[in-house]
Each structure stands twice: as structure tokens, then as C-alpha cells.
């Protein structure tokens, strides 16, 4: 099925467009730069990231985490929620 909505649509306004004038002249920001300074703000970028995602990391351990899910479960009278689960451990939600 198709419907035409060409008559409650408004007409686009007109564009301007722009003049072929000479654009303005401004000093380039391009420079040479050395091999050994470019490689060593390479190796400072390798770094910084390299903290980053240890700075978000934690240990993982999956087997203790299962355990404790699993003594938690046992005491649970009914089935109870990821959030439940995670509240109740004081664990993450990634944990969980």
C-alpha cells in the first residue's frame, strides 16, 4: 500500500549557494616532523592506552564466582532476578 503526503508536507526552503569567490589564504599547519619523534609519541600513545585498560581490568575468577552463585541459589526459596543475584553477593553485574 502506498500513501501520498506531498500535499501536508511544506515546500524546503531554498538553499544559498555558495560564491565561487577567491577563498581566504591562511598559514598551513603542515610541518615536517623527524621519524624518531613521531615513533616516540607512537611508543607514549602504546603507553597511555596500555594504563587505560589496565586502569578498567580487574582479575577474573570464574570458579569463585560460580561457587558463590551457586551457595547463593541454594538459600534462595524462589527464582530470583540477575539483580538479586548481584545485590545479594555484592557482585557486579559482569560477574554475575
Known sequence: MAV???ELMEPAPPRKQRSK????QEGSIVAEVE???V????????AVKKEEVLAISYPEDVAG?????SEWLQTALLPVSTAEISCGLKMLWVEV
Do not use: F, P, Y
Not at 569567490?21 to 581566504?24: A, E, F, I, L, Q
Not at 615513533?39 to 602504546?46: C, N, R
Not at 564466582?65 to 552463585?69: E, P
Open 4 to 6: 501520498d503526503l506531498s
Open 21 to 24: 569567490g577567491k577563498s581566504r
Open 35 to 37: 621519524r624518531e619523534a
Open 39 to 46: 615513533l616516540a609519541m607512537v611508543d607514549q600513545m602504546e
Open 65 to 69: 564466582w560460580t561457587a558463590a552463585i
